[in-house]
């Protein structure tokens, strides 16, 4: 599939969802699998938005890619924002404390929803670029 | 499918009706809305979301601040959420902090 490059910004939630509905249809997900995965692709991108940029005061451009092989399609988000781990939950110290309780709460749960979710979740930053790839098993047809 | 909450009052019953695709993009929409209703001082709250077809967690965070607005004694009912909808307010754990039901009928 061709990659979309979007400003990273809430605006671009609905594009990133109606690309990952695509590829799901693309790759022959059921209806669970499909919601499953865009669920997932939402609550990282979102992340990216708010955490990897707004929050640092900087702009910067968003990319989802889908790719389709036999077993899998796997979605990646890249983006160039702050370096965000979504799997390790270390915020700086004072960015903790202020967070009221509900919002700590609802970070972790945003991050359960996706590893739950999908066949496969991981993070790496290469070259100055978040990498977030999710990855769902294509059924396998008799 | 685009956002939208309607708020409705019958009697201290605050009635709110979702549509479409609950986020963070709609979040700060969804929750103007519960300030409103909260405005009203309602004994309850409906969310009827039949026709919401995606939630998020941002979504989760608006219902938490929904509870707390309206305080301790007035609850909150989700009616007709579909399939994966529940399935997510299920796996949060809300079933616990709000009451889940196919339908609402008018006491």
Same mark, same amino acid.
Request: aromatic share 8%; hydrophobic share 45%; charged share 20%.
């Given at each position: 599939?061709?990659?979309?490059?979007?400003?990273? /910004?809430?605006?671009?939630?609905?594009?990133?969802?109606?690309?990952?509905?695509?590829?799901?249809?693309?790759?022959?997900?059921?209806?669970?699998?499909?919601?499953?995965?865009?669920?997932?692709?939402?609550?990282?991108?979102?992340?990216?938005?708010?955490?990897?940029?707004?929050?640092?005061?900087?702009?910067?451009?968003? /990319?989802?890619?889908?790719?389709?092989?036999?077993?899998?399609?796997?979605? /990646?988000? /890249?983006?160039?924002?702050?370096?965000?781990?979504?799997?390790?939950?270390?915020?700086?110290?004072?960015?903790?404390?202020?967070?009221?309780?509900?919002?700590?709460?609802?970070?972790?749960?945003?991050?359960?929803?996706?590893?739950?979710?999908?066949?496969?979740?991981?993070?790496?930053?290469?070259?100055?670029?978040?990498?977030?790839?999710?990855?769902?098993?294509?059924?396998?047809?008799? | 499918?685009?956002?939208?909450?309607?708020?409705?009052?019958?009697?201290?019953?605050?009635?709110?009706?979702?549509?479409?695709?609950?986020?963070?993009?709609?979040?700060?929409?969804?929750?103007?809305?519960?300030?409103?209703?909260?405005?009203?001082?309602?004994?309850?709250?409906?969310?009827?979301?039949?026709?919401?077809?995606?939630?998020?967690?941002?979504?989760?965070?608006?219902?938490?601040?929904?509870?707390?607005?309206?305080?301790?004694?007035?609850?909150?009912?989700?009616?007709?959420?579909?399939?994966?909808?529940?399935?997510?307010?299920?796996?949060?754990?809300?079933?616990?902090?709000?009451?889940?039901?196919?339908?609402?009928?008018?006491?």
């Amino acid at each position: 599939m061709n990659p979309l490059r979007l400003p990273a /910004t809430l605006d671009a939630l609905e594009e990133i969802g109606n690309y990952v509905i695509e590829a799901a249809r693309q790759a022959g997900l059921d209806q669970k699998a499909s919601y499953a995965l865009r669920l997932a692709v939402d609550e990282i991108a979102t992340n990216v938005i708010t955490h990897g940029y707004e929050e640092a005061g900087t702009k910067g451009d968003i /990319t989802i890619v889908g790719e389709i092989t036999d077993a899998a399609l796997t979605v /990646t988000l /890249t983006d160039q924002g702050v370096p965000f781990d979504p799997l390790s939950h270390r915020l700086p110290e004072e960015d903790d404390l202020a967070l009221p309780l509900e919002e700590r709460q609802i970070g972790g749960l945003g991050i359960m929803l996706v590893i739950n979710g999908v066949d496969a979740f991981s993070y790496r930053y290469e070259n100055g670029s978040n990498l977030n790839v999710f990855a769902m098993n294509r059924r396998s047809f008799p | 499918m685009a956002f939208d909450a309607q708020l409705k009052m019958t009697g201290p019953v605050a009635k709110i009706t979702l549509t479409g695709s609950l986020d963070a993009a709609s979040a700060p929409q969804f929750k103007e809305v519960i300030e409103q209703a909260a405005a009203q001082t309602p004994e309850k709250v409906v969310l009827f979301m039949e026709k919401l077809d995606f939630l998020a967690s941002a979504g989760l965070r608006v219902l938490i601040f929904a509870k707390q607005k309206m305080g301790a004694g007035v609850d909150i009912y989700v009616v007709g959420s579909q399939g994966p909808v529940l399935g997510t307010l299920e796996m949060s754990g809300f079933h616990h902090s709000v009451y889940i039901q196919d339908s609402w009928a008018e006491a």
